[in-house]
């Protein structure tokens, strides 16, 4: 069965640090991996996707790799800001029907 | 476009009560799912549909029946609410060509007391 670890489980950073969510996976055959936000008493949102295919993908100040076969993945978030405060969640997909499988989350305080 | 719906953001029920968890969409996405989340243990699949006439079980299916009559909509009923299934249930639709990049709605907050 698949597991998905999230490291740390907390994070409190100050404004404008450069920092490293991480991801990772007990069971490599993935189809693809999500990287999600979500804030307090709201939905997911989705920052990422990555194939399995793929190394990794970049969307403004956020970038997402792969290593599927060490069975990681990391969201770096540059230049943080206060709006970045948020839950990010980390999930895979073995490409059939079953769904994703998530991360605990990472908790992530940015401070003014 | 509304995206992915959910009503009611909020409900609080009695054990033993039943009611009916609604989600809708509008992306013409063929699956759609439903997923707990709960303190500690991450969403997990509560059931899913391929398509209109198709549901399967996930992970924790027991307590929940769905059923799939349009693309649009994919309700989930407690048929018998119990204290554990207080939890968020969160509603997903995905696209199947689309890498199984999964949408969601925001959310219904469910307290049975």
């Known amino acids: 069965k698949q597991e998905v670890t999230q490291i740390p489980a907390a994070l409190s950073v100050p404004e404008g640090e450069n920092l490293v969510l991480n991801c990772s996976f007990t069971?490599?055959?993935?189809?693809?991996l999500q990287w999600f936000r979500q804030d307090p008493g709201k939905g997911l949102t989705s920052l990422l996707l990555?194939?399995?295919?793929?190394r990794e993908q970049t969307s403004g100040r956020l970038n997402a790799s792969l290593d599927k076969s060490s069975g990681r993945s990391t969201l770096y978030i540059a230049a943080s800001q206060p709006g970045d405060s948020a839950t990010y969640l980390c999930?895979?997909?073995?490409?059939?029907?079953?769904?994703?499988?998530f991360g605990k989350g990472t908790h992530l305080i940015i401070q003014p | 476009n509304a995206g992915v719906t959910q009503t009611p953001k909020f409900q609080v029920l009695k054990t033993g009560q039943s009611m009916t968890l609604q989600c809708a969409q509008d992306?013409?996405?063929?699956?759609m799912s439903w997923y707990r989340q709960d303190p500690g243990m991450g969403l997990r699949l509560i059931h899913y549909?391929?398509?209109?006439?198709?549901?399967d079980q996930g992970e924790v299916p027991n307590g929940y029946n769905v059923s799939r009559s349009t693309t649009e909509d994919f309700p989930l009923r407690l048929l018998s609410a119990a204290p554990s299934q207080t939890s968020v249930y969160f509603c997903?639709?995905?696209?199947?060509?689309?890498?199984?990049?999964?949408?969601f709605g925001p959310g219904t907050r469910l307290t049975v007391l």
């Open positions: 999930a895979v997909s073995g490409g059939g029907a079953d769904g994703l499988t």
């Open positions: 549909s391929v398509g209109a006439g198709i549901t």
């Open positions: 069971d490599s055959a993935i189809y693809n």
């Open positions: 990555i194939q399995s295919s793929q």
């Open positions: 997903a639709t995905q696209q199947m060509s689309s890498y199984n990049e999964q949408f």
């Open positions: 992306m013409n996405h063929e699956y």
